[in-house]
């Protein structure tokens, strides 16, 4: 069964940065990219960034460019997103997901539960 579990959300001031960590189980974690993606209030669910299978390049939207840093340790089955530079539009709750092959394409087959993360003065 396919899992992915994420932790390290919570409360940040503008300006201020979380990590974001992901741990996958039930299926093979080192042959598949990566995403995270969000919602926000009373929005649709937004791609934010995304990892190649084999760590060998990395893509970001351009709301998030320079400030998220997306990376991963296939060793250790953990997706990780370290988030500097926060903005309050960067609330959102903050999923874990499973691309469905190598690159990354924005199309997932699993999400995980789902993680809050809320910038705020």
């Known amino acids: 069964q396919v899992q992915l579990v994420e932790s390290g959300g919570g409360l940040a001031q503008p300006g201020g940065s979380l990590r974001l960590s992901c741990a996958a189980s039930g299926f093979t974690f080192s042959s598949y990219a990566m995403s995270w993606v969000r919602q926000a209030p009373g929005k649709g669910r937004e791609w934010v960034a995304g990892?190649?299978?084999?760590?060998?390049?990395?893509y970001y939207a351009d709301s998030v460019r320079g400030r998220f840093t997306i990376s991963r340790d296939n060793a250790k089955n953990t997706l990780v997103l370290q988030m500097n530079s926060l903005k309050p539009e960067d609330t959102a709750v903050y999923y874990c997901a499973k691309e469905l092959g190598t690159a990354v394409q924005a199309t997932y087959d699993y999400w995980g539960q789902g993680i809050q993360v809320t910038v705020s003065a």
């Open positions: 990892i190649y299978f084999d760590d060998s390049d990395t």
